[in-house]
Each structure stands twice: as structure tokens, then as C-alpha cells.
């Protein structure tokens, strides 16, 4: 009977682990962890999940496997670079790649907008807002605002609640808004500031279908944004 009850005692082990695992993941794609720093000690992350410690050093492991951080003995576990992680590396520096880069976000973010509509939760609408407000805000200070139209798309991704997403748009980077990236000879006519004011619009009606935790709203808003976004850009 005491071998009956050892598989599941190592599965919680395992559940706990992957816990961990989750929680300092996001922390690190949401840049709430930056490249180079170092983690919480042991004795601390122990403290904030109510872990063993045999549990930590676990999700240390998945981490260091993952090539999200590396271990220096004796100094303590560090976030590692973005270059120097294994994962996409894509160059978008023409309007041809503009649009190849697009259509892949079609085929990733639409599924994830619809995810994000069920399964958001308030703290991470409001992160959205901020994220949007600050949008404006960049904008109508002339400012870039690929940072904020990052984060955005970022904070979606994180709000699926399926750490790939995040994952794979973390790895797109900034290549994910990649309009600032072209080659002057190549833009043409193509008004930044005009696309942006465009895009912010096409943001809120996302934002709106999220707020309502509608599906198919947020599908339909994503398909416009994105595909929107392809053709002003091309100028078709």
C-alpha cells in the first residue's frame, strides 16, 4: 500500500516545480526579470510559492533546460540575454518582410486574442490599459511608441495563460513591430505618425472585445488590426 501512494507525492513535487517554473518564466518575458539579473535567492522564492527547497532547485533545472537562465556556482542564477537564448532569429529590415511578418503574427495572434478574451483577468486588463495609455501618450509626443505596441501584444500573449505564446513573441522581439526597421528607400510615403493614430484605433477595439470577454469579437478586431497594418504599410 505505501507504493500506491509514492507516484502521486512525486507528481505534486513535479506540479509545484512546473509552478514555479510558470511564475518566474512570465517575470522574465514580461521584463520584470531583465537580462543579467539575478534571481531571487533560493531561500526567498521558497518564501513567496511556500515550496521546498528541493522544489526550487527543480524549476531551476526547467529554467536552465529552457535557456531562460544560467547558474555561475557560488554567485547565484542569472536571466540571460535574449541573443543568447536558443529561438527565433528573424531580420525584418524590408516591406517584403514587414508583410511575411504580419502574416505569421495573423496566423499566431488571432488564436491568442481569443484565448486572452476567456481567460484574462482583471489585473491584466488594467496592465493592457496602461500599455494603450501610454500609446497615446508616446504619440502625442511625437515619440516612438514600438515599445508600447509591444507590450501590448506581449501582455495578450501572457494573458492566454499558455506560456508558448509569451514565449514565441518574446523571441519575435522588436521584430514583432517591425515599421521602424525599414530601410528608408523602401518606406516610401508611408507616415509613421498617421499609421500609429490607425493602429491605436484598431487597439482599442481590441481592447473593448477583451474587456467584454468576447471571443469572436477579439478574433475579428485582430484579423482587421493585422491585416490592416499589412496593407497600409505596403500601401496597397
Known amino acids: 500500500m505505501p ?43 521558497v518564501l513567496e510559492h511556500g515550496v521546498s527547497r528541493t522544489v526550487v532547485r527543480e524549476a531551476i533545472s526547467k529554467l536552465q533546460a529552457s535557456g531562460l537562465v544560467e547558474t555561475r556556482h557560488g554567485i547565484g542564477t542569472f536571466v540571460l540575454a535574449q541573443h543568447a537564448r536558443q529561438g527565433l532569429r528573424l531580420h525584418v529590415d524590408t516591406v517584403a518582410s514587414v508583410r511575411n511578418m504580419l ?31 501610454d500609446y497615446q501618450a508616446s ?4 515619440d516612438s511608441c514600438v515599445e508600447e505596441d509591444k507590450r501590448f501584444h506581449q501582455l495578450i500573449a501572457e494573458a492566454t495563460g499558455n506560456m508558448f505564446f509569451s514565449e514565441i513573441m518574446q523571441h519575435l522581439g522588436t521584430a514583432m513591430i517591425p515599421r521602424t526597421q525599414v530601410k528608408a528607400d523602401e518606406r516610401g510615403g508611408a507616415d509613421f ?20 470577454q468576447d471571443p469572436d469579437a477579439a478574433r475579428a478586431a485582430m484579423v482587421l488590426h493585422l491585416t490592416n497594418s499589412r496593407d497600409r504599410f505596403s500601401g496597397e
Do not use: W, Y
Open 3 to 45: 507504493n500506491e501512494n509514492a507516484p502521486p507525492v512525486r507528481r505534486r513535487s513535479t506540479n509545484l516545480a512546473q509552478g514555479v517554473v510558470d511564475a518566474l518564466t512570465r517575470r522574465i518575458l514580461l521584463g520584470q526579470l531583465t537580462p543579467g539579473e539575478k534571481l531571487p535567492s533560493e531561500s526567498t522564492i
Open 103 to 133: 502574416e505569421l503574427r495573423l496566423g499566431l495572434e488571432v488564436q491568442a486574442v481569443a484565448l486572452a478574451a476567456l481567460r484574462r483577468t482583471d489585473v491584466q486588463l488594467a496592465h493592457m490599459r496602461q500599455a494603450l495609455d
Open 139 to 142: 504619440l502625442a509626443s511625437n
Open 193 to 212: 505618425a498617421k499609421l500609429g493614430q490607425l493602429a491605436s484605433l484598431e487597439h482599442e477595439a481590441i481592447f473593448n472585445a477583451l474587456q467584454r
